[in-house]
């Protein structure tokens, strides 16, 4: 962590700062003021890009401003934030994380792509273990591919002899929530000659396959930000 400068000094634009300050109902509306900034003036969304990027690549936020500004950059859909948002998944910050995946999940399809070629060569649990919660946001978009592109990349990673375990157990319930009955005979195999049977993850995964008859996928749709920030904030509120 750098102990010399802090985010809330280097955010220079007033309505930016109030990031790093405020609290409650001043928060909530500091948050309200940045999306629709951010949302019309382009120079705005990328100076929170910037900001966010020293918080994730070099630690510089002394206060949770990095966290709402992961959740501003997901609510105006911004795809120039993409790469930092994945970066931000493998944050020490599980905060951070977590926005980065309310971010993520509300961008759509080009996050999306970007966690599947981040997840390509990914050796990093925690953030597959971010990633893959992030991704299964999929389900909630009415989009005419990303869903079976999203399904064949988990299936074909699942398959890889070389992936860990808790990534396999992160991928099969991502599948099975989906709603990826093709899975249900991988999976089987899966449990049977690498866990000798006994995967409680992969055992409910592939459960929930068989209940769903249809392919439903049951991911739910993503809360609204004031009640994530309400969560994330805690006492703050």
């Known amino acids: 962590m750098n102990d010399d400068r802090w985010l809330r000094e280097i ?39 910037e900001l966010l990027e020293l918080a994730v690549d070099e630690g510089l936020d002394d206060s949770s401003g990095a966290v709402w500004i992961a959740l501003v950059l997901g609510e105006i859909q911004s795809r120039p934030a993409v790469p930092v948002l994945v970066r931000a998944l493998a944050a020490s910050d599980e905060t951070l994380a977590e926005a980065g995946i309310d971010a993520i999940k509300r961008i759509g399809e080009p996050a999306f792509d970007a966690l599947m ?3 390509d060569g990914a050796e990093e649990p925690e953030f597959e273990h971010a990633a893959y919660q992030a991704i299964e946001g999929v389900a909630t978009w009415e989009h005419p591919y990303m869903l079976d592109e999203v399904r064949d990349f988990l299936l ?21 929530r989906l709603g990826d009955r093709r899975a249900l005979p991988v999976l089987k195999k899966i449990l049977g000659n690498r866990f000798k049977g006994l995967n409680p993850a992969l055992q409910d995964a592939i459960e929930m396959l068989q209940e769903n008859n249809d392919g439903v996928p049951l991911a739910s749709a993503a809360i609204p930000w004031q009640e994530r920030v309400r969560w994330l904030a805690g006492d703050a509120f």
């Open 11 to 49: 955010a220079d634009d007033d309505d930016v700062s109030l990031l790093f300050t405020a609290a409650g109902d001043d928060l909530l509306r500091a948050i309200e003021v940045c999306i629709e900034l951010a949302g019309r003036r382009s120079a705005v969304e990328r100076r929170l890009i």
């Open 156 to 176: 074909d990673r699942v398959r890889q002899p070389a992936i860990g375990a808790r990534s396999i157990e992160d991928a099969a319930l991502v599948l099975a």
């Open 117 to 119: 070629q981040a997840l």
